[in-house]
């Protein structure tokens, strides 16, 4: 029975991106990493840190559960590693919390790096007190079932957005981005000149250039500009 609950439920040795990238990723918001990664990776808005500052990176250690029951993620806490960020999928169930303070509390000493949960929590003041990046959609003060199996380490959808195990989660004010593995290296130099472009692009408006110069040929295709008309 355990080596079938191992092999078929619980994957814990999945490939992980490099510490120095996690690293060098952290410094860039969600909302750069969704721009440069084609508009593609961002959960849904309903997922949102619990409090304005909570903010993560981290790599993907995939839960997926029945709704209403956190059987699983208690062994996910046992098993995920310093800097893990749990993505869970509560498949949007607001009927119980799936995890509240002696799970975060948890969490924070085994040095995770945040909780993305597409469900609810609990024990709400607490965990705003705790300070550990937690990314919900909603409180619930009923408590879950312990009783369900599920699967560890599996590919899996979170906030509308494909998660596989070892993929680069971002979370901060705006929400959570998921970046697949095998890109991460070739997002971070697109990453930093996003922000050196969006950088000088701020001091043409500071300085009083707010005209955009891409719209008036964008108003044109779509239609809502004759062609040699301006504004």
Request: aromatic letters at 4%.
């Amino acid at each position: 029975m355990t080596s079938n609950m191992t092999t078929t439920h619980i994957n814990s040795t999945f490939e992980r991106v490099p510490a120095d990238l996690i690293d060098q990723a952290a410094q860039y918001q969600a909302a750069i990493f969704a721009d440069v990664n084609g508009r593609r990776g961002a959960m849904h808005g309903r997922i949102a840190a619990l409090q304005p500052g909570m903010k993560f990176a981290g790599l993907a250690f995939t839960v997926d559960v029945r709704p209403g029951d956190n059987l699983m993620i208690h062994a996910a806490i046992s098993l995920a590693r310093p800097g893990d960020v749990l993505v869970i999928d509560g498949k949007g169930d607001l009927t119980a919390a799936l995890m509240g303070a002696l799970m975060m509390n948890a969490c924070k000493v085994r040095k995770l790096a945040g909780v993305v949960l597409d469900g609810a929590v609990r024990d709400r003041d607490e965990l705003e007190a705790l300070g550990f990046p937690v990314f919900a959609v909603g409180t619930n003060p009923n408590g879950p079932t312990k009783n369900v199996a599920g699967r560890i380490g599996a590919p899996i959808s979170c906030g509308g957005v494909s998660v596989n195990p070892g993929d680069l989660v971002i979370g901060d004010v705006d929400g959570v981005v998921v970046l697949e593995r095998e890109q991460v290296a070739m997002l971070l130099p697109l990453a930093a000149k996003k922000v050196a472009d969006e950088a000088k692009r701020m001091d043409q408006i500071q300085r009083g250039d707010t005209s955009a110069s891409w719209l008036e040929g964008a108003l044109r295709t779509a239609g809502v500009l004759a062609e040699g008309a301006h504004l």
